[in-house]
């Protein structure tokens, strides 16, 4: 699996954009980008997924330049609720027998 | 989306005991399930894939005599902490993926199963 590289912790405030961007430069090409989010105690969920360009859903986008060799989550208007670590994730989409391998992450921290 | 739950959510046990955790997929049937450990302010570390029906494989550096795993049904995944140690205390998490699903590689976790080992 391609190892990534993100920032150990980011700062921001309610109400902004917050974007954390994440390398990958071994990236294969049948790879995929996956970011989770985890807050403490608990399992990590989720957030979204993306191969190129950009993908965006209910919580956030996911902007894929062409050489793919690095990803930006971007979460809109973050609020205290968003303080979590973010880890983004790179490997292939080969069904239910895939494993993850989780990088160091990112903790957001939001505040007022 | 899809439900994982653990079982317990945490325990207390004395050195030398075994700990038994389960993880159980509430709403899909899940072949494959995973194991993580995370120590604190520290990242997942992979510990093993449990198989239904088959032996479970397990990471590099991790004793499968000391952490054995059961996957014994399509919905449930224990995996057993032997003769636990207080190095064995951490947070552990499991995890499967919903085969309904879209396509994504979107994995459901556990929320946790946190062991103290006194």
């Known amino acids: 699996l391609a190892k990534t590289t993100q920032p150990i912790s980011m700062d921001s405030y309610e109400g902004q954009e917050v974007n954390i961007t994440c390398s990958h430069n071994n990236i294969a090409t049948n790879d995929y980008i996956t970011w989770y989010q985890q807050f403490p105690s608990q399992g990590p969920r989720f957030i979204i997924q993306g191969y190129k360009t950009k993908v965006t859903n209910e919580v956030a986008s996911l902007f894929i330049p062409a050489d793919r060799k690095s990803s930006t989550l971007s979460l809109p208007r973050v609020s205290l609720s968003d303080t979590a670590v973010y880890y983004c994730?790179?490997?292939?989409?080969?069904?239910?027998?895939?494993?993850?391998?989780f990088g160091t992450g990112t903790q957001l921290k939001v505040e007022l | 989306g899809a439900v994982v739950s653990q079982h317990p959510s945490w325990v207390i046990c004395k050195s030398g005991t075994s700990v038994k955790i389960e993880c159980r997929s509430l709403d899909f049937q899940a072949t494959t399930m995973f194991w993580y450990r995370q120590f604190p302010k520290q990242s997942l570390m992979l510990m093993a894939t449990?198989?239904?029906?088959?032996?479970?494989?397990?990471e590099q550096g991790v004793e499968k005599d000391k952490f054995l795993i059961n996957h014994a049904s399509l919905t449930l995944s224990t995996l057993t902490v032997t003769s636990a140690h207080p190095e064995d205390s951490s947070f552990y998490i499991c995890s499967a993926r919903d085969p309904r699903g879209t396509g994504d590689n979107e994995q459901f976790f556990g929320p946790g199963t946190r062991l103290t080992v006194l």
């Open positions: 449990s198989n239904e029906g088959s032996k479970a494989t397990y």
């Open positions: 994730l790179v490997g292939p989409l080969t069904g239910g027998g895939n494993k993850l391998t």
